[in-house]
């Protein structure tokens, strides 16, 4: 049985998208959804879906070994970014190196580093006039966007797509990619 653990601080398109792919699969488990936005809607997919999910406050996370540790008692495969947006710290890069996962809305290097998720990502893809743009499906270190990649999708950027459109075709991406990557790297 392998093991999966989410981190999710927003709607949680993703992280349903992974349990829908996965559901089916008696091999992949989602041991839980860790969260830490006490409203996000994560919550609800996760309640709906009957996913374990946690919120989890800043401190657990980045200033104790508490969250670190109650993941590590999961013993996960790995642990998937699905639009999680705090930096991960180093504890957790040194504990499961190549294990954690995220997904970014831009090709990297581009339009990657702090600050840089969703519609400001978009923006800036737009404001640029760039004929395509992708995600990026990478390893996580102790830099924002900095691990290395394993896995790029295209889509093209035209002169009338306005920064919710792109949106649309990014998304389409992540739906299409991110859970089946999981899967090649689980199967690894």
Do not use: W
């Amino acid at each position: 049985m392998k093991r999966i653990v989410l981190l999710a601080s927003g709607s949680g398109s993703n992280v349903e998208n992974i349990a829908n792919y996965f559901k089916d699969n008696p091999l992949v488990t989602i041991a839980t959804v860790l969260t830490n936005k006490r409203d996000a809607k994560v919550i609800d997919r996760c309640n709906r879906l009957n996913i374990n999910a946690l919120y989890f406050n800043r401190q657990s996370f980045s200033k104790s070994d508490c969250l670190l540790n109650i993941i590590k008692g999961m013993q996960p495969d790995l642990i998937i970014l699905a639009g999680f947006l705090l930096k991960i710290p180093e504890n957790f890069v040194a504990e499961f190196p190549n294990k954690i996962v995220n997904i970014h809305p831009a090709l990297l290097p581009k339009y990657g580093g702090k600050g840089m998720y969703g519609m400001h990502v978009h923006n800036a893809v737009k404001n640029n006039n760039e004929t395509e743009t992708g995600i990026t499906i990478h390893y996580v270190n102790e830099n924002y966007d900095e691990g290395a990649i394993i896995h790029q999708a295209k889509t093209a950027v035209i002169s009338t797509d306005t920064a919710e459109d792109i949106a649309q075709k990014i998304h389409a991406l992540e739906y299409e990619h991110f859970p089946k990557v999981i899967d090649q790297l689980l199967s690894n």
